[in-house]
């Protein structure tokens, strides 16, 4: 509602400058991709580091230095997540202004239907319209391809996690030795027992499962967050006309107009 009402304040010169399809597709298209990456980001956004944080703390009360030695290779993962992130955000620009010019080439196209069908220019339209559709199908595999990575990503940082705490924490365990040193670190004030390595275990597997339900959301975000620079590109914008802050009203009726000094 907000941008259909600063749509309208603005001058004719903006709408001159990027069409009707520009915003139609704002207005779809963007607006429906926003408004999912909203829902993603107030559920699972919320939910799933919430659920991770609580079991991470729980896993450092027992022993938090097998607790960081176990999420090692997070940075790693977190690193290439990010930039994937970065490049998803990019792409998905581009898919968006893609799907505009689409928009443009169909209400051209049908609004001049007559002046198409009158010289025969239908193959040339067809073409225009299979170039830009081309175009939006390779940003949209690219966008497919970025988000098949990031969860063979976080499977393996997840499966890390454990395995790093599953060979230190057994050793500890059932090492010979006193329990508490590992290659000559030490690991715990006191030795571990089975019972407290196994819940361990289970709280180091509550870290890595919200990375992983984290990870088949995050393009539906990114999408989200190109969508929402490109509205409010168009929401900031003011108009050039300003009314006056105390305006003359106009005598009604108006008798005559008359121009002096016009050139």
């Known amino acids: 509602n907000t941008f259909f009402s600063?749509?309208?304040n603005l001058d004719l010169a903006h709408f001159s400058k990027d069409g009707t399809a520009e915003l139609m597709s704002r207005f779809t298209h963007?607006?429906?991709?926003?408004?999912s990456g909203m829902k993603t980001l107030l559920g699972k956004m919320v939910r799933e580091p919430l659920k991770a944080i609580f079991c991470f703390a729980?896993?450092?009360?027992?022993n938090w230095r097998l607790t960081l030695l176990s999420i090692i290779v997070a940075p790693v993962a977190g690193w290439s997540i990010i930039h994937i992130a970065r490049i998803m955000k990019r792409t998905s620009r581009r898919s968006m202004e893609s799907m505009s010019r689409i928009y443009k080439i169909l209400e051209e196209t049908f609004s001049g239907i007559?002046?198409?069908k009158s010289f025969t220019m239908e193959s040339h339209e067809q073409k225009r319209f299979q170039k830009e559709a081309h175009r939006f199908r390779h940003h949209a595999m690219k966008i497919a391809k970025l988000e098949a990575l990031s969860s063979p990503l976080t499977e393996f940082m997840g499966m890390g996690i454990i395995a790093v705490a599953l060979l230190s924490g057994a050793y500890l365990v059932l090492g010979?030795?006193?329990?508490?040193?590992l290659f000559g670190m030490r690991m715990s004030e006191y030795p571990l027992d089975a019972a407290s390595l196994v819940t361990l275990y289970a709280l180091l597997a509550g870290i890595s499962d919200p990375a992983r339900k984290l990870a088949d959301v995050y393009?539906?975000?990114?999408?989200?967050?190109a969508a929402c620079d490109r509205i409010f590109d168009r929401l900031n914008r003011e108009s050039k006309i300003v009314d006056r802050t105390n305006p003359v009203p106009l005598p009604r009726p108006l008798s005559d107009i008359e121009f002096h000094q016009v050139n």
Do not use: F, P, Y
Not at 58 to 62: E, L, P, Q, S, T
Not at 176 to 181: A, I, K, L, P, Q
Not at 219 to 225: E, T
């Open 6 to 8: 600063n749509t309208l």
């Open 30 to 35: 963007d607006m429906n991709a926003l408004s």
């Open 58 to 62: 729980g896993a450092c009360v027992i």
């Open 114 to 116: 007559k002046t198409v």
């Open 176 to 181: 010979n030795n006193e329990g508490t040193h």
């Open 219 to 225: 393009g539906v975000i990114q999408r989200g967050v």
